[in-house]
């Protein structure tokens, strides 16, 4: 499976943007797929997940809960990230990136994931 994430750029505090990541390779209409981003001179973090288990639950960073929302296509074999009401500690790069498993407890863990994109920078200003 090879990840293409797109859709960063600069925006305003306050603004919004959203993220596409598109799958080829292989379908993953049964993988978990995920956002992780990277800010500045920090470690990688978990952002959002969206399971097959119950037709695709979503968990959220608190950070990021009630601002952006999770959302997949599995018919066009991609995984979107919108983003809303943005901050500066928004600004970072943003991964999109796939387990093969349907569900896992431990969706926030990097280290599940198989598959990774490139990654999109998103600055926020203030």
């Known amino acids: 499976v090879q990840l293409q994430a797109s859709g960063g750029g600069s925006v305003q505090t306050g603004g919004s943007l959203r993220l596409s990541c598109a799958g080829s390779?292989?379908?993953?209409?049964?993988?978990?797929l995920g956002w992780f981003r990277q800010p500045p001179g920090k470690e990688r973090e978990f952002v959002a997940a969206?399971?097959?288990?119950?037709?695709?639950?979503?968990y959220y960073a608190d950070s990021v809960k009630g601002r952006f929302t999770i959302s997949r296509d599995n018919a066009e074999n991609a995984v979107y990230l919108q983003m809303n009401s943005l901050k500066p500690e928004d600004t970072a790069v943003y991964y999109c990136?796939?387990?093969?498993?349907?569900?896992?407890?431990?969706?926030?863990?990097?280290?599940?994931?198989?598959?990774w994109g490139q990654g999109t920078l998103v600055t926020v200003s203030s």
């Open positions: 990136a796939a387990a093969e498993q349907y569900y896992f407890r431990t969706y926030y863990d990097s280290r599940r994931y198989k598959y």
């Open positions: 390779g292989r379908t993953f209409g049964s993988y978990t």
């Open positions: 969206i399971t097959m288990l119950s037709g695709g639950s979503t």
